[in-house]
């Protein structure tokens, strides 16, 4: 079954953190899945991030190789930037164990691509397209920013992580139109057992 990369899958905010959350409730042992574990989606995901992420990418585009050896990178990256960052946003710590298994699977994941990027296009020139693990990568590593570091959420409903860029740092929900309203449902059906069963 193809994944629909839609915007709701995006809510991470940034690239990295989207990719974190490929692999859904991760807090539930009887729910999570992996919409990678078809590796054909890692290129069908990363055409949808060039819509939603081009703030971010600066309008650079993200092209995925095949190979079996970039997906593992890939999911390799994927794993130390979920374990490190939800740390943070968990218990507002970096572990320092973490932090090493997540710099080396940065430092594959960037290897061997000859880019250039500077602090005006953190993802490089838009005219030639980027390996899509070493965006992953720039992006994860933009999330080491102390301000960014405060910032990095787990949705309340879907266990996601995320970038809370609202005014004074108080969002619950990866997306208030999905996770927000189906956590608002919840409660509402309740009060509605309660109140039926007293
Ligand atoms: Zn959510």
Request: hydrophobic share 40%; aromatic share 8%.
């Amino acid at each position: 079954m193809t994944v629909t990369w839609t915007q709701h899958r995006f809510s991470g905010g940034v690239l990295a953190l989207s990719v974190a959350n490929t692999v859904v409730h991760r807090d539930d042992a009887d729910l999570t899945f992996d919409r990678f574990e078809d590796r054909g989606e890692i290129a069908r995901f990363a055409e949808a991030a060039n819509v939603y992420c081009a703030d971010e990418l600066g309008g650079r585009s993200l092209s995925v190789s095949p190979s079996a050896a970039v997906a593992a990178k890939i999911i390799a990256l994927r794993e130390a930037t979920d374990r490190l960052f939800r740390h943070v946003a968990g218990k507002g710590v970096l572990e320092t164990d973490h932090l090493s298994e997540f710099m080396l699977a940065a430092a594959k994941a960037l290897e061997g691509h000859d880019d250039t990027v500077s602090p005006d296009r953190p993802f490089g020139s838009p005219e030639t397209p980027l390996a899509f693990e070493a965006g992953v990568a720039l992006s994860a590593l933009s999330l080491l920013q102390q301000d960014r570091l405060r910032r990095i959420r787990i949705c309340r409903n879907c266990a996601w992580l995320f970038l809370d860029r609202s005014r004074n740092a108080s969002r619950l929900w990866c997306d208030m139109a999905v996770c927000g309203n189906r956590q608002k449902a919840k409660r509402h059906y309740r009060r509605q057992m309660a109140e039926k069963g007293g």
